[in-house]
């Protein structure tokens, strides 16, 4: 069983360009999280999805920044107009649920943007 | 809000020694999960172990255990026995009834051969 699949790996961007990041959750997981990692800091949250549905997007920055998880296919977590400050890493999570009760959120590898 | 505090940016222990990471955390809920997550140089994050609030037992995997401590608001890490492959940054994490988790900055544990 795979786990939880996100690409680029790394991803270097020029000021003012586009960034999409993917994150392929785990077979039989339906909830995606989106965590963001700048330099020597703990993950802060972005965004919760399940599938077509944004959850919780409370850590979203308003502008610039979005996220989808298609009824088919894998969350994207898309950046416009990157700046310097985008510079981090950054990690989704998936989970499931049974019978409401929700388990252990597991994470990708991360895709580092750099920003130049 | 909820908050999660990691005192101590660094720490040493020697191989094969028991070392305390500590963490406080602030909440108004009384059923939720607490967590210590390890990140390697990878960044790999990989789930070390997990605390549920309403279970009053400590949680243990293998030379992992806590230190749960509900009314301070206190979930210490114990490692046993210090291997040099336990190298790494230490995130302890709350997770909120809405399911996300908050982290803490982290503790980076170096292992002294």
């Known amino acids: 069983n795979a786990g939880v699949m996100q690409n680029p790996r790394h991803l270097v961007r020029r000021r003012g360009q586009e960034a999409r990041l993917r994150c392929s959750p785990m077979?039989?997981?339906?909830?995606v999280y989106w965590y963001r990692q700048l330099p020597e800091e703990g993950l802060k949250f972005m965004v919760y999805l399940q599938k077509e549905n944004i959850i919780d997007e409370s850590g979203m920055p308003k502008e610039r920044f979005s996220a989808e998880f298609p009824k088919e296919g894998p969350s994207i977590l898309r950046i416009q107009q990157v700046v310097r400050g985008d510079s981090a890493a950054y990690f989704c999570a998936s989970s499931r649920t049974v019978g409401g009760r929700f388990y252990e959120q597991y994470f990708g590898p991360g895709t580092r943007l750099t920003v130049t | 809000a909820q908050t999660v505090t990691q005192s101590q940016p660094e720490m040493s222990v020697q191989e094969a020694e028991t070392v305390t990471l500590s963490c406080t955390y602030d909440t108004s809920e009384s059923d939720y999960y607490l967590f210590w997550y390890k990140q390697p140089p990878s960044r790999q994050m990989i789930l070390v172990i997990r605390q549920e609030a309403y279970k009053q037992q400590n949680a243990t995997e293998n030379r992992f255990s806590v230190n749960f401590q509900k009314a301070a608001k206190s979930f210490s890490l114990k490692i046993s026995d210090s291997q040099l492959g336990d190298a790494a940054m230490y995130f302890c994490a709350y997770r909120t009834p809405g399911d996300k988790i908050i982290f803490g900055k982290g503790t980076r544990l170096h292992i002294l051969p």
């Open positions: 077979k039989g997981h339906s909830h």
